[in-house]
Each structure stands twice: as C-alpha cells, then as structure tokens.
C-alpha cells in the first residue's frame, strides 16, 4: 500500500495523544510519583487533546474530497472508520468535563467518572482504529488481531514515554513512571516482533493459483491489460526491496525502542534526567512513526494478482 504521510502522522499523533491521556488519568488517580499539580495535569491533558486533534485533522487530507469527511460518521453499525470517528467525537467533550473539573475543584466523583469514561473511550478508539486495517480481508498482512494490539501498544508506549518526559520536568518521583513506560514498550516490542515473524510466513500469502482456484499447476497472468501504471498499481501496488525493509525494521527496534530503554536507565540513574526524558519520547515518536510507514509499505492488496504478482 502507498504509504500517506497524513495517515502515518495521524496514526501516530492521535496514538499518542489518547495513550497520554488515559495514562494521565491513572497517574492522577494513584497520584504516581507525589501526584502531578493542578496546572501540570491540566497542562497535560490539554497537550494530548492537542495530538488527538492534529492528528485527526491530518487524516482528512487524505481523502479526495475532505469536505465529505462527516460521512465517516454515517455508518456505525457497519464501520471501524465510523466508530473510530463517533468515539473520538464523544471523548472530546468528556476529556474537557475532566480537565474543567481539575481546574474548578469540581466534587471529587465527577473527575473520576468523567476521567474514567475519557480512558476506556480512548482506549476504544485506538482499537477502532487497528480495527480499521484488520478487518480487510484482503490485505493479509493487515488481517489478524495483532495488529489492533500493536496500535495500542504503541499508542500507550509513546504516551508513557511523554508522560515521563512530564514527571521529570515536574519534579516527581520518576520511579513509578519508569516502570510504567518501561512495561509498555517492552510489550510493544515483543508484538512488534511477533507481527514482524507472522508476516514472514509466505505459506499464509494468497496466489493466483488460489485466487482463481487453480491449483494442479502452476498459473501464471499473461496480460495485465493495461501498459502504464494505474489508480490500482500506485495506491496498491507499492513495491518495498526487502533489504530496505529489514533495515527500517532494525532502525524500529533501535531507535523506537533500544533508545527509549537506554534513556529510562539514564533516567533512573538520574544522569541528565530531562534530556533523557525528551530523548526517549522522541526516540519513541519517530520509532513509531518509522513502524507506521512499514505497516503501509509492507501491505500486499489482492489486486495485485491481477495486475502481475504472483504472490501477495
């Protein structure tokens, strides 16, 4: 698949930014580290609205006609695209009623309800939007459950690493918020890497021998029908070398998460707590972004068999 700058960002961003604020949340329910102040978690919550927002607007402008973008929402019953749309929508409102009732002192039940409801909606709505590309049955490298989990994981792994970057800068108790962004980017590395091997697998790739049901020999496409590339070709067809992408995949695991490792020791250690901190969220930002880009550029579609390939 052609791999859209406005969909990595927006994957990346709106990732990000709901992983931070349900993370925000839990740390100001547990008060993690002595507990953020009144200002800081509003500061915070408004930083992670600011990447939900950005990043959905991104994602408009990868559509041919952007001022259709409200049809999105027309179709719930049917579409993770609609879901993930209608979720966000509802968990703006609610991210606000938290972050007012932080800054007013509003009764204590309000600001848990409401911080509660704002976590399990982002939670939601990252998984909507894994579930966007997994449900395509056509993309066998997109159709499987790991990768709604990779987009949380990932999601969650740079929110922990800019809610660290908060609590050093903040001066608190960065213990709890090591370990916390420690866990996540170890899980999302293992399920990287788990996807990585799965997709490996060219036993599961569909063929023109099973897309036309002939299988007693081998069947090869003679005329593609056309002689130049096409809408299909492009959008679908995009051809990655592999020795590019073994060497993107090592550069994910380095710099998106070896880095990220190295600076939370550095952290801990107290050795340049803040720039640390800022290095490993960035290291975890462009990791992401870097893994986003494979996941589009690796993706076969179908099509493809009837346009010369011969294994998808």
């Not at 962004?181 to 399920?191: D, E, R």
Request: overall charge positive; some cysteine.
């Amino acid at each position: 698949m052609h791999p859209a700058f406005s969909v990595i960002f927006f994957t990346v961003a709106s990732g990000a930014g709901f992983g931070l604020f349900s993370l925000l949340f839990i740390a100001d329910t547990f008060k993690l580290g002595g507990g953020f102040e009144r200002d800081q978690l509003v500061a915070g919550g408004l930083i992670a609205m600011a990447l939900v927002v950005f990043g959905l607007l991104s994602s408009t402008f990868h559509l041919a006609n952007p001022k259709n973008a409200w049809r999105a929402f027309s179709r719930f019953r049917t579409s993770w695209l609609s879901r993930e749309g209608v979720f966000a929508m509802i968990f703006m409102p609610l991210a606000l009623i938290y972050l007012a009732s932080i800054m007013f002192d509003a009764p204590l039940w309000l600001r848990e309800i409401s911080g509660f409801l704002t976590a399990v909606l982002a939670w939601i709505t990252v998984f909507s939007t894994g579930m966007i590309y997994a449900c395509l049955k056509t993309i066998r490298q997109w159709n499987t459950p790991l990768v709604p989990a990779n987009y949380l994981a990932l999601g969650y792994a740079s929110g922990s690493l800019l809610l660290l970057l908060g609590a050093v800068i903040s001066g608190l108790d960065t213990m709890p918020y090591i370990a916390m962004s420690a866990l996540i980017v170890a899980i999302a590395a293992v399920l990287k890497a788990i996807y990585y091997f799965w997709i490996r697998d060219p036993g599961l790739s569909p063929t023109i021998n099973t897309a036309t049901g002939l299988t007693r020999a081998k069947v090869k496409l003679l005329d593609t029908g056309h002689t130049h590339g096409t809408f299909l070709t492009q959008e679908f067809g995009y051809r990655l070398a592999r020795k590019k992408a073994g060497l993107i995949k090592t550069l994910v695991f380095v710099i998106g998460f070896g880095l990220p490792g190295l600076m939370l020791i550095a952290v801990f250690n107290g050795e340049s707590g803040q720039f640390a901190a800022l290095a490993a969220a960035l290291g975890g930002l462009i990791g992401a972004a870097m893994e986003r880009w494979l996941f589009f550029a690796e993706a076969r579609h179908v099509v493809n068999l009837y346009h010369g390939a011969q294994r998808c």
